[in-house]
T-cell receptor
Framework: DADVTQTPRNRITKTGKRIMLECSQT?????MYWYRQDPGLGLRLIYY???????NKGEISDGYSVSRQAQAKFSLSLESAIPNQTALYFC??????????FGPGTRLTVL | EDQVTQSPEALRLQEGESSSLNCSYT??????LFWYRQDPGKGPEFLFT?????EEKEKERLKATLTKKESFLHITAPKPEDSATYLC???????????WGAGTKLIIKP
């Protein structure tokens, strides 16, 4: 089984809809991250969490929110989706060496 | 401003033709430089971490090197299965967040 899983893998939605992307990990890491990836751009950090009670904004948090339900679960929400949030979204965890381990990604399309 | 630039954007090689990918960085104190491989439709996969100038790491046909301003990923006698996008990221001493380059898409033709 994969160490970092994401659901759904693909999602098509309409402008204004609320969307939740979920991430689960079995690596036992405290640190978790949400990134988005757009063609021609590097991965950009949306939010990160160092433990259940510690959540921090990343470079591009506007329009997004997160919830850390447990050490193993970290969810990303788009409260009112807009077309420029169409992207590939990745969840990651990191160990004590700061090496990050990524999930398979969620491809989100906002029409 | 901390920054990472990867070049070239894309590289096409024949099978067996060795080459290098470049990752130039500007950071206020380097904590670590990371190389990842990303296959289409998948998440990035960790390859190497380098911490100080002069350090080298190898894995199969890949060797990563580090200077004070850049890192190279050398690919020796590549095979078609080495085709992927290679990503570089740096971590500053002052900030645990990784700063990512846009990647180099490597295509190895048989």
């Amino acid at each position: 089984d994969a160490d970092v899983t994401q659901t759904p893998r693909n999602r098509i939605t309409k402008t204004g809809k609320r969307i939740m992307l979920e991430c689960s990990q079995t690596k036992g890491h405290d640190r978790m991250y949400w990134y988005r990836q757009d063609p021609g751009l590097g991965l950009r950090l949306i939010y990160y969490s160092f433990d259940v009670k510690d959540i921090n904004k990343g470079e591009i948090s506007d329009g997004y929110s997160v919830s850390r339900q447990a050490q193993a679960k970290f969810s990303l929400s788009l409260e009112s989706a807009i077309p420029n949030q169409t992207a590939l979204y990745f969840c990651a965890t990191s160990d004590e060496t700061d090496t990050q381990y990524f999930g398979p990604g969620t491809r989100l399309t906002v029409l | 401003e901390d920054q990472v630039t990867q070049s070239p954007e894309a590289l096409r090689l024949q099978e067996g033709e060795s080459s290098s990918l470049n990752c130039s960085y500007t950071v206020s104190g380097l904590r670590g430089l990371f190389w990842y491989r990303q296959d289409p439709g998948k998440g990035p996969e960790f390859l190497f971490t380098l911490y100080s100038a002069g350090e080298e790491k190898e894995k199969e046909r890949l060797k990563a090197t580090l200077t004070k301003k850049e890192s190279f990923l050398h690919i020796t006698a590549p095979k078609p299965e080495d085709s992927a996008t290679y990503l570089c990221a740096v971590q500053a001493v002052s900030n645990y967040q990784l700063i990512w380059g846009a990647g180099t898409k490597l295509i190895i033709k048989p």
